[in-house]
């Protein structure tokens, strides 16, 4: 599948992180592999195989299904999920769809967005939904986006964080349960494994200079937190992210 983004309005930027579709490749005769979604502190608005969904935060991998059709989706910032009007503690590791959450309104969304022309027009019409609710929502949390900021880089810690943040331990992880969905040191677990896929894609280190670039105490604790938050191996996800060496010249035949 190829996949692509796209910045959001400026007036969107402090609460959603990128628009993005997803557009199906040719199916093999045997069958297309699911995509492996891994955990980035975002929530999602999806339109997916003719279903509306708020999707996320997710505390582990997520295989997504096949589909011959284009998927589209607004995804949210860490700390931005208040404007769905839920707690992102309910959300977590969750699939549900905007008619269960919003009732009425969210049936009335997802048949419009059925009905659009094309995907351009599913994207915009879920671009808008999400500055309605933003505009109806009001301000983010703001001690929770310093926070979040804070986490995003390596080296930072969570008592730093809430330090940052004006705030203690326990008032951070409260807040965090309500906004982000999950706790600051999940959060930061979560945003270390983004940094170490960003990485993996954007240079060419091996594996120990990339754990410590990514804030890794060392290889060993990358390979742990590899296996609890993406199932699988650091080696397997560098070599999911990095296009394969080109060949090497023929060898010169001898007499």
Do not use: N
Not at 72 to 91: D, F, I, K, N, Q
Not at 115 to 130: C, F, M, N, Q, W
Not at 186 to 204: E, G, H, K, S, Y
């Amino acid at each position: 599948m190829a996949y692509d983004e796209a910045p959001p309005p400026p007036a969107l930027a402090d609460r959603v992180a990128c628009l993005w579709w997803r557009t199906p490749d040719a199916v093999p005769a045997g069958g297309a592999p699911a995509h492996l979604v891994l955990p980035d502190g975002c929530v999602d608005l999806v339109w997916h195989a003719g279903r509306l969904t708020v999707a996320g935060p997710d505390t582990g991998p997520v295989a997504a299904a096949p589909s011959s059709a284009t998927t589209v989706g607004v995804r949210l910032r860490p700390g931005a999920v208040a404007v769905l009007g839920e707690s992102a503690a309910v959300l977590r590791d969750e699939r549900v769809g905007t008619d269960a959450l919003w009732g009425r309104v969210g049936a009335e969304l997802a048949d419009r967005v059925a009905h659009a022309p094309d995907d351009r027009g599913r994207l915009a019409l879920l671009t808008a939904a999400v500055a309605r609710r933003a505009a109806a929502a009001g301000p983010p949390d703001a001690a929770v986006a310093a926070a979040v900021s804070a986490l995003s880089g390596p080296g930072a810690t969570v008592a730093g964080a809430a330090r940052g943040a004006g705030l203690s331990d326990r008032q951070l992880r409260r807040r965090f349960l309500e906004h982000v969905g999950y706790g600051p040191k999940t959060l930061d677990r979560v945003l270390r494994l983004q940094r170490f896929l960003t990485l993996a894609i954007t240079t060419t280190d091996d594996l120990a200079a990339l754990a410590a670039s990514a804030g890794y105490a060392d290889q060993a604790h990358l390979t742990r937190e590899a296996r609890a938050l993406a199932a699988t191996t650091p080696r397997e996800l560098v070599a999911a992210r990095r296009p394969a060496p080109a060949p090497g010249p023929a060898p010169t035949a001898r007499a």
